[in-house]
């Protein structure tokens, strides 16, 4: 566009004609002093042990406006281009260095229409916690962002007589020292905007600005060498830096190359497309650290170049000492060719060297040979996942993180806490003798970990859980794949009834793999246990958690017959011990409007369907191990319209047992129906089938006085007659309902579980009477 | 009038905008540049940092 502008003679080259546009591509500043600010904050978060509750306060709005771009996210751009100008014209009015050009005289009245519109740009279709404070934020940053630049700028006039220092350096002090700090701080729209969007804009500015300059630019003598070594010197560092950090980083996750070369070639475009997130959540979230670390290292360049230019000549020394640091390693001696663990760990440079420090320090996996994947410490992790991943080896789950948090359903933040939740609560059961020492000498947990966090005191919110699975199906990983991702969780057992598959269980999330669920128990010592084992196989596995006062999450259904489920319910009642249910579609995040709304509807009939393909394990196929397709798949539909209509008696059932060649040895009925009454009022007829070759209607429907709504797990759908509208589910309902689990089981607050195993044993007794009442009708 | 709008007297008028004028010029340079470029990466892995700088040459 610059060359354009130019070429079609609208204006000269460096696009005097359109100052503003020169104005915001001197913002870099800006966006960057927010880097700074959260890099301090990840750093602090890092090397402090301090781990903080995910922000949950704003749910962004993801439909998109344009192609391409959400609704929240083209507010964070809007916003971006006013903060900066807005901030840029409020900092050199204060400074006094308003240029003297004809925009130089409208620089007041641009610092105020661009803060206060920064200010009240806010996406009304974004959910947030609180939108007062959430506004009272934005002013507070954009408050700090300017005090900053203008301490930034003052620091540096005062030192100049001493040294050459710019402006930025001292930027980059203030605000990362203020990031350090203030690490807690919840990010408001100032940050947020300028994080995603800061960088593209400044960047967009200078691109037409430095476009405008291309034809001059060929017509210099020389430039054409100075180009192509810029392209060139580009390409060669851009690849033969990602070369090296592969290398030596032993890691092929683009969250790892992609910060670690934003922060060591201190990169402008790969930091935006960092911080913008567009190499990933992880990668956003490590970028400021990566663009932090580099920046110290310029303490020492930025002082070499303003002395070499006080001397009018570059200090040979010190130069030479500082780039002799960059390739040493961490204890100051010059790493060796050789072979080990201690050569893996220690070489390289800048930013991937500071990864593998991290690592190195923080007692996390050494890495293995490329391929052959070393296990048993992951459940130490405290939290943070920044040394394990980057030492991840290649062919280990190469971007798997990165793909699935882009696409997939979980990209929406983790919730970690309920609002309003009361701090300080650490222990929610009675805990064994010894309890500690026991896991010292075990040495589950290091002493030094131990130290920390009692030293920091019955801050609740920091504490990390040890949890264990038992199980190791499809739904154990589907748990544990959230579990990883958990800030506040560690995993430290599995068990199942085949050991290698517990231990490679263990191989891929951490912990120690067991056999035995008593030996798991007592030898990981878990505060929280998730049950994910066919319906046949509760019982004895409920009555060992209940027994050593352990918290439990169970998968539905409780059991395949009704007699254990009602035993462990009184176990837990006679103990009070804590025990959440598996009953996913509560928590899906498209039935909150539907709650609020369900009291004022009249609901006349229910409908539900599960209508699918028959499930291929053989404990399926059998009602002893099984508990049957209503029991097992349809108990999820028949849960949901208790939750929403209130408890139901059975009217009547049928459930005829007809021969299948595909399933000759199978005694589930291929097809099930039941008419219901509920104590609200509506009747329901609830159908099931596992005759068919794939999932058809999985679903239910509400037939309300002039509303009909559909609920299934993508979404509800509305229809009046008049107008149909849809709720699309945007956070992973698995996530929510483990996330609740563990803050119950932290706070001691059963309330936060999606669902008690009480309340499930009314679900249960419902499926189990629907089949007993099929079981009796004539067939 | 319109003969006289020769790219010389264009660069002027668009020279002596007033403040709103520049604000809008300068708003709509950007913006859309950023929005085509994350439009041009959407569903694809690639940065729209790229394409930004495509357009902005």
């Given at each position: 566009m610059g060359y354009l502008l130019v070429a079609s003679g609208v204006s000269e080259p460096g696009l005097a004609d359109f100052p503003m546009l020169g104005m915001v591509a001197q913002t870099t500043v800006i966006a960057l002093a927010v880097s700074f600010f959260v890099g301090g904050q990840e750093l602090r978060r890092i090397f402090g042990r301090r781990k903080v509750p995910v922000d949950d306060s704003v749910t962004y709005a993801?439909?998109?406006?344009?192609?391409?771009?959400?609704r929240t996210q083209l507010v964070f751009i809007t916003r971006a281009f006013f903060l900066l100008i807005g901030i840029e014209a409020l900092v050199r009015v204060v400074l006094g260095t308003?240029?003297?050009?004809?925009l130089g005289r409208y620089y007041p009245v641009i610092a105020y229409m661009g803060l206060v519109i920064a200010v009240i740009?806010?996406?009304?279709k974004a959910a947030i916690a609180n939108k007062r404070r959430y506004l009272a934020k934005g002013v507070q940053e954009m408050g700090a962002i300017t005090v900053v630049l203008i301490l930034g700028a003052l620091l540096a006039q005062w030192i100049r007589p001493l040294i050459a220092l710019p402006q930025i350096f001292f930027v980059m002090l203030l605000a990362a020292g203020l990031g350090a700090l203030l690490y807690r701080w919840r990010h408001g729209p100032a940050i947020r905007c300028l994080l995603f969007a800061g960088i593209p804009v400044v960047l967009a500015a200078n691109f037409v600005v430095g476009g405008s300059r291309i034809g001059e630019a060929?017509?210099?003598?020389?430039m054409n060498a100075v180009l192509a070594y810029g392209f060139f010197g580009q390409v060669l560092w851009m690849f033969g830096g990602i070369a090296l950090l592969i290398l030596i980083g032993r890691t092929a996750a683009v969250r790892n190359l992609g910060p670690g070369m934003a922060g060591s070639l201190s990169h402008a475009g790969l930091t935006g497309a960092c911080t913008a997130g567009d190499l990933g959540d992880t990668a956003a979230k490590r970028a400021p650290i990566m663009i932090n670390i580099p920046f110290f290292g310029h303490v020492f360049v930025f002082s070499i170049l303003a002395v070499s230019i006080e001397r009018d000549g570059l200090v040979v020394w010190p130069s030479l000492l500082v780039a002799g640091a960059g390739g040493g390693d961490h204890d100051g001696r010059v790493a060796r060719p050789g072979s080990g663990a201690r050569r893996r760990r220690t070489r390289g440079e800048g930013a991937d060297a500071v990864l593998v420090r991290l690592a190195a320090h923080r007692r996390l996996r050494r890495p293995a040979a490329a391929g052959r994947v070393r296990h048993g410490?992951?459940?130490?992790?405290?939290?943070?996942?920044l040394g394990p991943v980057a030492l991840r080896?290649?062919?280990?789950?190469?971007g798997r993180h990165g793909r699935r948090r882009r696409?997939?359903?979980?990209?929406?933040?983790?919730?970690h806490a309920l609002p309003g939740a009361p701090a300080?609560?650490?222990?929610v059961r009675p805990r064994h003798g010894g309890r500690r020492r026991h896991a010292a000498r075990a040495g589950l947990r290091p002493r030094r970990h131990r130290r920390g966090r009692r030293a920091r005191g019955i801050a609740g919110r920091e504490r990390l859980m040890r949890v264990a699975m038992i199980g190791a199906g499809g739904f154990a990983r589907r748990h544990l794949d959230v579990l990883e991702r958990l800030d506040d969780a560690t995993i430290v057992g599995h068990q199942a009834r085949r050991r290698d598959a517990a231990v490679a269980q263990a191989r891929r999330y951490g912990g120690e793999g067991f056999d035995d669920v008593e030996a798991m128990l007592d030898r990981t010592r878990p505060d929280a246990v998730w049950i994910t084992v066919p319906?046949?196989?509760?019982?004895a596995l409920e009555a060992a958690c209940i027994d050593r006062r352990v918290p439990f999450f169970v998968e539905k259904?409780?059991?395949?017959?009704?007699e254990t489920a009602e035993r462990i319910a009184a176990a837990l009642d006679r103990t009070g011990g804590l025990a959440a249910v598996g009953y996913h579609w509560r928590a899906l995040d498209t039935l909150d409007e539907l709650r609020a709304r369900i009291a004022s509807l009249e609901v006349r009939l229910v409908r539900g369907s599960w209508h699918g393909a028959t499930p291929p394990?053989?404990?399926?196929?059998?009602r002893e191990s099984g508990g049957g397709q209503i029991v097992e798949q349809a108990t999820h539909v028949l849960d949901l319209a208790r939750h929403l209509l209130g408890e139901a008696e059975v009217l009547a059932a049928s459930a005829p047992l007809t021969a299948r060649a595909a399933y000759p040895?199978?005694?589930?009925?291929p097809a099930s129906a039941a008419l219901l009454r509920f104590e609200r009022g509506p009747i329901g007829s609830f159908t099931a089938t596992c005759a068919l070759g794939g999932a058809a209607e999985i679903e239910l429907t509400l037939y309300a006085e002039g509303l009909h709504v559909v609920i299934d797990q993508g979404s509800v759908r509305y229809d009046d007659g008049r107008v149909r509208s849809e709720v699309r589910a945007r956070i992973d309902p698995v996530e929510r309902e483990d996330v609740g689990f563990l803050d119950a089981v932290r706070t001691?607050?059963?309330?936060?579980?999606?669902?008690?195993y009480g309340d499930a044993l009314g679900t249960h007794r419902l499926t189990t009477s629907i089949q007993a009442f099929a079981d009796q009708a004539p067939r | 009038v319109l003969e006289a709008a020769t790219p010389q007297v264009l660069m002027q008028e668009i020279a002596h905008q007033h403040l709103f004028n520049q604000f809008w010029l300068t708003l709509f340079f950007v913006l859309p540049m950023v929005l085509v470029a994350r439009a041009v990466v959407a569903?694809?892995?690639?940065?729209a940092i790229l394409i930004i700088v495509v357009f902005g040459c």
């Open positions: 993801t439909d998109q406006v344009v192609f391409g771009t959400g308003v240029p003297d050009t004809t740009l806010i996406d009304n060929f017509t210099l003598t020389g410490h992951r459940g130490r992790l405290h939290g943070h996942e080896p290649l062919r280990r789950h190469p696409g997939g359903p979980d990209r929406v933040r983790v919730r300080g609560v650490l222990h319906p046949g196989a509760h019982g259904p409780l059991a395949a017959d009704l394990p053989r404990w399926w196929q059998r040895d199978s005694d589930v009925a001691g607050d059963a309330a936060r579980v999606w669902c008690s | 569903g694809s892995r690639y940065s």
